[in-house]
């Protein structure tokens, strides 16, 4: 069973409320919403080449806790619904540039869905920790 590797995600979660909170004092930034702002703080790192070796995410035991998938997958199949949520659960286990890596191999349907659900995500985590 994949452990939480808690380093690795409070190493990103960390960057990343840096790098938002110095994109929301720049201007072109500033009449973003918090969600629109981490969208694009997370845009280069979706978009980056990594040469990392990629370990495939386990999947979780039990039951997903909430769902956090963007409303335009509803009607999409569910393997790709299981593949965009374990992918958002992999950034936890993996940390988010192995999990991006991950999802760029899955094609830009996929790597979309994902960049989606992971700021939804991430925006709850860091309104839970007062980043935002």
Do not use: C, W
């Amino acid at each position: 069973m994949d452990q939480f590797n808690h380093s690795i995600i409070e190493q990103d979660i960390e960057r990343l409320s840096k790098e938002i909170a110095e994109k929301r004092n720049l201007s072109e930034y500033k009449k973003l919403s918090e969600k629109e702002l981490i969208k694009q703080t997370l845009e280069p790192i979706m978009h980056q080449s990594s040469n990392q070796p990629i370990q495939s995410p386990t999947p979780s035991q039990g039951p997903a806790e909430e769902t956090i998938l963007p409303d335009y997958l509803k009607d999409s199949p569910a393997e790709i619904k299981i593949q965009v949520e374990k992918l958002v659960d992999s950034v936890f286990h993996q940390g988010i540039s192995k999990t991006i890596h991950e999802a760029q191999k899955a094609g830009p349907f996929i790597l979309d869905a994902f960049h989606d659900a992971l700021t939804d995500k991430l925006y709850e985590e860091l309104k839970k920790r007062k980043y935002l």
